[in-house]
């Protein structure tokens, strides 16, 4: 097995069965994409919209595509036919894009909505204030073109284990309060997606079931 097999084999061993591995393959080159695809890896995790369309036709067919970078919406045309789901949504603007775009190609597109719980300026995300704006625009259904399957988070960069478990506590929070009175119109609403390289353990011991992956995987990424 070559490296990147073999850390997907790992990671993959010690992940409790439903949890989903996400490989984030930003930065890295198609013949790294393809080792982890032909070790059975099949949903890669770009943060770039030009990076991505142009792995895609490099890649086999069956390869799903997870947008999890901020997304600009003049971007989104472009992105869309491209992507099985979008993970990133960080705005109400942004999401009604989504869903004007989807329809205009007549597809129907999973989302996770952003949150941010982190006391970190640069990380983007709807905050706890925004819940109630964000549980009335979702009870409204009209988003006939997106499928609302769960949130996606991330916890403050820091060594403090108790800070990183507190965040992941949060996110869990508002995943099980959004999943309580949204569910019933959003069946789909199941997947709490939080954890990378450094705390994906953390994660999925506060109940993650898709985890993004990147250099654990691919090793450093150069800029
Ligand atoms: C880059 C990135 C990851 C993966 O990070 P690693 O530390 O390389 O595992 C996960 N999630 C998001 C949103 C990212 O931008």
Same mark, same amino acid.
């Given at each position: 097995? !070559?490296?990147?097999?073999?850390?997907?084999?790992?990671?993959?061993? #010690?992940?409790?069965?439903?949890?989903?591995?996400?490989?984030?393959?930003?930065?890295?080159?198609?013949?790294?994409?393809?080792?982890?695809?032909?070790?059975?890896?099949?949903?890669?995790?770009?943060?770039?919209?030009? =990076?991505?369309?142009? $792995?895609?036709?490099?890649?086999?067919?069956?390869? #799903?595509?997870?947008?999890?970078?901020?997304?600009?919406?003049?971007?989104?045309?472009?992105?869309?036919?491209?992507?099985?789901?979008?993970?990133?949504?960080?705005?109400?603007?942004?999401?009604?894009?989504?869903?004007?775009?989807?329809?205009?190609?007549? $597809?129907?597109?999973?989302?996770?909505?952003?949150?941010?719980?982190?006391?970190?300026?640069?990380?983007?995300?709807?905050? #706890? !204030?925004?819940?109630?704006?964000?549980?009335?625009?979702?009870?409204?259904?009209?988003?006939? !073109?997106?499928?609302?399957?769960?949130?996606?988070?991330?916890?403050?960069?820091?060594?403090?284990?108790?800070?990183?478990?507190?965040?992941?506590?949060?996110?869990?929070?508002?995943?099980?309060?959004?999943?309580?009175?949204?569910?019933? !119109?959003?069946?789909?609403? $199941?997947?709490?997606?939080?954890?990378?390289? =450094?705390?994906?353990?953390?994660?999925?011991?506060?109940?993650?079931?898709?985890?993004?992956?990147?250099?654990?995987?691919?090793?450093?990424? =150069?800029?």
């Amino acid at each position: 097995m !070559n490296d990147i097999a073999q850390q997907i084999f790992n990671i993959k061993q #010690e992940l409790p069965s439903g949890v989903v591995l996400v490989a984030v393959s930003k930065f890295h080159p198609i013949e790294a994409l393809m080792a982890a695809y032909n070790s059975g890896q099949r949903i890669f995790g770009e943060s770039r919209v030009q =990076e991505l369309i142009a $792995k895609v036709p490099h890649m086999p067919a069956d390869a #799903e595509w997870h947008f999890i970078g901020h997304l600009q919406t003049n971007k989104v045309k472009s992105l869309l036919p491209c992507v099985s789901m979008i993970q990133s949504v960080d705005s109400l603007k942004l999401l009604k894009v989504i869903n004007d775009e989807a329809a205009k190609i007549d $597809k129907i597109v999973d989302v996770l909505l952003e949150f941010h719980v982190t006391h970190e300026d640069s990380k983007t995300g709807f905050t #706890e !204030n925004e819940f109630v704006d964000i549980e009335t625009e979702l009870l409204s259904q009209k988003y006939n !073109n997106v499928r609302f399957c769960g949130i996606m988070g991330m916890a403050t960069n820091t060594d403090d284990q108790d800070i990183i478990l507190s965040d992941f506590s949060k996110l869990h929070i508002i995943f099980d309060k959004l999943k309580q009175t949204i569910s019933s !119109n959003n069946p789909e609403f $199941k997947t709490l997606s939080m954890g990378m390289s =450094e705390d994906y353990k953390m994660a999925v011991s506060q109940g993650s079931n898709m985890v993004r992956v990147g250099s654990s995987i691919f090793g450093i990424r =150069e800029y």
